[in-house]
């Protein structure tokens, strides 16, 4: 490891930073004719609001690990995803499958990848609009019309202020806010090509900022649209299967109805259409051979409403929100099909289809202190109803006939048979949770002598769900029918689940100088239990349960933040220690089924250093490091030998040696114009899908690098941009899903975008 790391750190002193831990710009002024930014020869600032207080915060002295991101420091480079996020922040990782189809880890704190199919999953990594949370397990919205001032990414468990789903972090994208007293906006487009199986790809996004009573009311609404082309061919007829449409719009409302009462209203719309990124192994590079085509449909809306209003002695903030989602995910199964069903058989063609509609409504009420003074204090209600209706289907073609041959059962069909939602059907099943929470929280801080803040909080929760399920047709009933009982059994469940508890959590900063901050930080984190699908043991030989209970952590964290040389130079680093017991396992079956279980603790422990240069005026150099230890620290034992694995093996999907080096140069010339040059390079070590190598799905993730480039010519109100990124071809493979069957012309591999070049302009009035 010394080695890497003294080779990344020689990088680091020939590239620089889009990446700010404490260095973020403030956002430019709204004017169509605003000079180029001088930065000045000083690391700049920015305040953040992680801590939920009423007044922001300078990064610097919050005592936690925490990135903050400038969304021109990715859109520079045409790049504005999750997935874009993760490579710029230590400590963070990201799987994804296809648009909206997509697992976000942190700190090592992951036992499965993608699922899209589990319901109970409940997500480690809490992921925000503003007060909004949007988080939801295998699939985070990818929105790309945010309009956003910036990205703040809260490393370590959140529980006391975010709630369950922070058990490992939290990701907050803080939109930018009406204008009351201005008219301005822009329009940016964008085309590039990719290379390889890719073509040709292009989008355009506007804003526009009404002051509707100026002073008073201001509108700020924003528009996206693009399409990209995929980079998958299917080797069947030659067409790429991931090719993906976004449509997305958003319209926000600033009302300041008095100087202590201000009310934001905003609407979030998004339809995202495309495909999925698997290849498989024993064809070309980015081929697949699929007898269906592969869909991820993705539908959107957020609601939210937010009421600030400034008492004499503390600040009353609400936040009501409502998130309606509709998914759709049809893949190909003829594979599997045939190996379980018709083994010796021509491929038979299945569309194992899921379709996922979700409800949320999510209402907080938080109380600030605002009085100067030594005590800080934050408290409030959250309360949380969400529903969820899961519908899964797979239509085979000529099913029913090729049964009734092969099983000698004459007349068979899978609707009156098996029970199945249509004929020529061997899966149907719906699944409804309705879940329930409410929580009070409150956390304070006291300063002594100026220079020691000492905090504790606490979070007290209790959550409540019904779950039902029923699951029909050949591979879903249990029994199946056969030609003596020629009507299969559903499975069904009712069941209900419940918990309670608290998430405490400790800190103390020590200020030696306004600029360096020690500090010291204890924290528990908290996520919920659920409910298993059934395992029909007819097929699979196993006896699974049909519940799994909650696990929890416990973190530590000591942590330094520095700046040095006038402001010149920034250096943070943090050490962690995470103990995670209960642990919710997911073995996953080789008959294709799944089902989740407590067993065993994990130990993750590690080091974080980020760290920014400002090398001249205009020119600044950053890096940012992490190493992740995450493993198992006992064993875990499972009723399939295979899916045990003994203590000291590695957590899947969590490298342990991430970094990014990141380079800005900017060029002033006559008239305010300036011409600029950015480039980043990032490093992921290798890991791996599943524990142990005798785990069904283990496979290894390979190592990649990344390196990004643009140049832009900024003049008076336009800005030109030349863009490159994955210039390497350094990062292929993100994910791997090992063949269950032998059919399969090898692994799945779900592959990043390959390299891409492209142009982009903005203007601005």
Not at 419 to 428: G, H, V
Request: some cysteine; hydrophobic content about 35%.
């Amino acid at each position: 490891m010394s080695k890497k790391l003294m080779g990344l750190g020689t990088l680091a002193m020939m590239s620089a930073s889009a990446i700010v831990s404490a260095q973020v710009a403030p956002p430019a002024a709204n004017s169509a004719t605003a000079p180029a930014a001088d930065t000045g020869d000083k690391i700049e600032r920015i305040e953040v609001t992680a801590s939920r207080s009423a007044r922001a915060e300078e990064i610097q002295q919050v005592p936690m690990a925490l990135t903050a991101i400038k969304p021109e420091s990715l859109s520079k480079f045409g790049l504005g995803g999750l997935a874009d996020i993760a490579r710029v922040a230590p400590s963070l990782d990201m799987q994804e499958q296809g648009p909206g189809v997509n697992n976000i880890t942190m700190r090592g704190l992951v036992v499965r990848g993608i699922t899209p199919s589990e319901v109970a999953d409940a997500s480690l990594v809490a992921v925000y609009v503003d007060d909004m949370p949007v988080t939801l397990k295998s699939g985070n919205p990818d929105l790309k019309v945010l309009d956003l001032e910036r990205i703040e990414v809260l490393r370590g468990p959140q529980g006391t202020l975010y709630g369950a789903g922070a058990m490992a972090g939290t990701i907050r994208q803080i939109t930018q806010k009406p204008d009351t007293e201005s008219l301005f906006g822009s329009f940016e487009a964008v085309g590039s090509r990719t290379s390889g199986n890719g073509g040709n790809n292009g989008n355009v996004r506007g804003m526009v900022n009404v002051p509707v009573k100026e002073g008073v009311l201001g509108l700020r609404v924003t528009g996206y649209t693009g399409e990209d082309s995929g980079y998958i061919k299917n080797a069947l007829d030659g067409k790429r299967t991931n090719d993906t449409t976004t449509h997305q719009g958003r319209v926000a409302m600033r009302l300041q109805a008095s100087p202590d009462l201000t009310v934001d209203a905003s609407i979030t719309a998004s339809s995202m259409k495309g495909g999925l990124n698997g290849a498989f192994t024993g064809l070309a590079p980015f081929t697949t051979r699929a007898l269906t085509e592969q869909k991820s449909n993705d539908d959107l809306q957020l609601y939210n409403l937010a009421v600030n209003y400034r008492m004499a002695k503390a600040e009353l903030v609400s936040s009501t929100s409502y998130v309606h989602r509709k998914t759709l995910y049809v893949k190909s199964d003829e594979y599997s099909t045939t190996a379980f069903i018709f083994p010796g058989q021509n491929l038979v063609q299945a569309d194992y289809t899921i379709a996922n509609r979700l409800q949320d409504f999510a209402q907080e009420f938080r109380l600030n202190s605002t009085e100067p003074g030594p005590l800080k204090w934050t408290g409030g209600l959250f309360l949380e109803s969400g529903k969820r209706h899961f519908w899964e289907d797979e239509p085979t073609h000529g099913m029913d006939a090729l049964y009734a041959a092969t099983y000698d059962f004459p007349g068979y069909s899978s609707k009156a048979n098996d029970l199945a939602f249509n004929n020529d059907d061997q899966f149907s099943g719906t699944q409804d949770s309705h879940a329930r929470q409410a929580a009070l929280f409150a956390e304070a801080t006291y300063t002594l002598w100026d220079k020691l803040d000492l905090t504790a909080g606490v979070r007290l929760f209790t959550q409540k769900e019904d779950f039902d399920l029923r699951f029909t047709g050949y591979y879903g009933n249990t029994p199946a029918a056969t030609v003596d009982s020629p009507v299969g059994t559903p499975n069904v469940v009712h069941s209900k689940s419940s918990a309670r508890g608290g998430n405490p959590r400790f800190a103390a900063a020590f200020h030696l100088d306004p600029e360096h901050l020690l500090y010291a930080q204890a924290g528990k984190g908290f996520r919920y239990g659920g409910n298993n699908q059934p395992v029909p043991q007819v097929l699979c030989g196993i006896q699974a349960p049909a519940s799994f209970g909650p696990d929890q952590l416990w973190s530590y964290e000591l942590g330094s933040k520095n700046t040095f040389l006038n402001q010149r130079v920034s250096l943070n680093v943090a050490a962690f220690l995470i103990d995670w017991e209960k642990v919710q396992v997911a073995n996953y079956l080789p008959c294709s089924y799944y089902y989740t279980q407590n067993a065993g603790k994990i130990r993750s422990q590690g080091l974080e250093i980020e760290s920014m240069v400002k090398l001249a005026r205009r020119m600044s150099l950053g890096f940012n490091a992490a190493y992740t230890d995450a493993k198992a620290k006992s064993d875990i034992v499972t009723p399939l030998a295979a899916q045990s694995a003994p203590a000291g093996t590695r957590t899947p999907y969590a490298p342990r040696l991430t970094a990014n080096v990141s380079f800005n140069y900017a060029v002033p010339l006559a008239d305010n114009d300036e011409v600029g040059f950015s480039a980043t390079y990032s490093y992921r070590g290798n890991s791996y899908t599943d524990f142990a190598p005798t785990g069904s799905n283990y496979a290894e993730i390979p190592s990649s690098t990344m390196l990004n480039a643009a140049l832009s010519y900024k003049s008076g109100k336009y800005e030109f941009g030349l863009f490159g990124t994955n210039l390497n071809n350094g990062t292929k493979i993100v994910d791997i899903t090992r063949d269950p069957n032998g059919l399969q012309p090898g692994d799945t591999t779900f592959m990043a975008r390959p390299r891409t070049v492209g142009v982009r302009v903005k203007a601005r009035f």
